[in-house]
């Protein structure tokens, strides 16, 4: 390596421009290589490449499933024309195949950079061609264009960048200079990385919570509760601990650790848990116990997470006026997250069907939740719900239990309560 | 932003010195940030730092719980001495305050760098002063040094970097130049984000086996398993895997898969599961069943993970003869994972006391493994075991459970076997 060769060299010239650059293309990296939420850093990578290229636009694409999807468009033009009121590119989120006749589809396939002075001038010769769809659609004009492929440092292609109309100092498009091929082409490595870096994080976070839903609906084995239930419940959770105004991290602890609120049944016996019919007062109590088991089999917590969920195997059946158990905790004494998870539970239980019972019709089950409001619940909580309502219901729907079995629609033993 | 001023510079100069140095930062940083692996990358910081810097040595701190400790140790000139046969360097592991008492105390309290020409020349005056002890026990004499703060980008010291004699062209030892100060900043900065990336990453896979061991031993709430059968048997699974030449991924896979083994006892009924006297015939095929019960909560596996550990609950009770239940498969048809977690299970369960019965002596159980060779246990398996049976009892020590307290040590009922 000669790189240490130049260390004695003692000149006190100012640094030059490439210098500057390739200093400047360190902090990007930097910047880049330190975001690790995937959404902000794929519009990031856009805009570091644009700004350090000057360019009026950019676009960015990622190989998923052997196919590019379009992630990424940032505009300034049209962005400045229409301000505060930008319609989002219909192209967003669509898949292009990896072939040689677009242009993304070439350098991703080839893995070299485009340097195109004219979109609008290609050669009939080359394989590929520009669409204009989105210049007519928008009235816009591109003209120069770099195509850059992300590689990743085994020189895989994990995404494309684009980036359209070069500025000159006046604000005219001109043609990307040659000269920066090869910075542009470094940025997109460290870019690459980030957004290797960000993927990975993003796939272990995801593998850890199936990994607690598999074993929270595993651990309710033994009760009716399904896996739409925890899915939902859990959902709804971070909905409205986000509408509390929550930041990020404290709801993916809240959406991780509440499907664990009911790990306690695992100490409540088969006799009482599976009863079919009414329990006793006795039996009653020892079922309200799964909230103390399941804050002693998460004791000791060790982690933010397990401290999250023990909090909340402890508290999701308090009631905000005091009047629910194991504690009858009241108001401000019952966790925030025991408030919240308490709210979630419920509105699944009651408006989802279970084996035992048909769903309330959700109507009911807003207006009852309305009507609890500083009652059973939390009011900070409530409101936050209907602020969140519309989301609320879409993860109801999404998450909805496939519709039973003909076989199975008899009428069951009505189950206790949990 | 500066930046896009030079692009449209048209020279054709040769790339300067300092051009080269910058780009081959870039290169590092790639390199670095591309690392996940903790270990590796600390070694690889010091390792690029001293080849940017061509020193003969080089160290790294890191900061944790408020001091520094000292996490690898590179010394060209005494490997060379002792080819093969290095000392590993006594002091690592060890901490440090952060104080301005030692030079990378005085670094990680300041922020600031020090370039320090002789060691043995630090004036009195300041507050900092070499420690001589490494240079007396390997008798090396130590003259530049360059120590770096590793900042983040929030500019929070996390560690420190320390690169120990600059060589030059004839392999003497000269002092650092000046010049680089500003280029192993940046370098040090690369290093920081990478650094933090890889301890996140380790951070968040932490949780998830926490999480996994939590939620299978609360699995277990009802059997007579506890929370260091499920940490050692896992672990030693993973010793076995290693020791048959499984890679790094594939080992944490089973890792964090074995601890779902026996969640299909949820699905026996108390009345077997905790019956305490011996099971008859068809209850023993129920308590069988827990294998199948296992494999079809752990079903519909959209994760690796969750597709090992189906995979594992289905066959860990798999004989290599054939005698093994739920399926009586045989040899190779029993998938590789369930014939290690076989192995580490039974082992665990015969070396390890239980509440109704005393651990086998650790002879014993390790004769009988042995005898069962080709019988209970795939070959290979049992080789990989006796290959790293010394990890193995490290494992067996420190994950023992504690003495059970005095009032319990009254005979218990014996309890079926699972």
Known sequence: MPVSAGISQKTTMAPSRTEQ???NLIKIGIALTSEHDLDVLLEQIVTEARRFTRSDAGSLYVVEDGLLRFVVSQNDTIMKRQPGAVPKNPYLNRTIPISHQSLAGYVASTGQILNIRDAYKIPAS??????????????????????????????????????????????????????????????????AVALKNAQLTAQIKKAHFDSILRLSVAAEYRDRDTYYHIQRMSRYSAMISKHMGWGKAEIDLLLYASPMH???????????????????????KVMEGHTIIGADILGNPDSDLIRVAKSVALTHHEHFDGTGYPYGLRGERIPMEGRIVSLADVFDALSSRRCYKPPMSLDHVIEWVRQERGKQ??????????EGVDEILEVYEKYKEPAPEPAAKEPQPAAPAG
Chains 1, 2 share one sequence.
Not at 263 to 277: A, R
Request: hydrophobic fraction near 45%; aromatic fraction near 8%; charge should be negative.
């Open 126 to 191: 080359e394989p590929y061609h520009f669409n204009k769809d989105f210049d007519e659609k928008y009235m816009y004009r591109t003209r120069s264009l770099m195509i850059v492929p992300l590689k990743d440092p085994q020189d895989k292609v994990i995404g494309v960048l684009q980036l359209i109309n070069a500025l000159d100092a006046n604000g005219k498009a001109v043609a990307f200079s040659g000269m920066v091929e090869e910075l542009v082409l470094s940025l997109a490595s460290q870019a």
């Open 21 to 23: 650059l390739i200093s």
């Open 262 to 284: 009911d790990v306690g049944k695992l100490g409540v016996p088969d006799s009482i848990l599976m009863k079919p019919g009414p329990l006793t007062h006795d039996e009653r």
């Open 377 to 386: 619940f939390d009011p900070a909580c409530v409101d936050a719900f209907f």
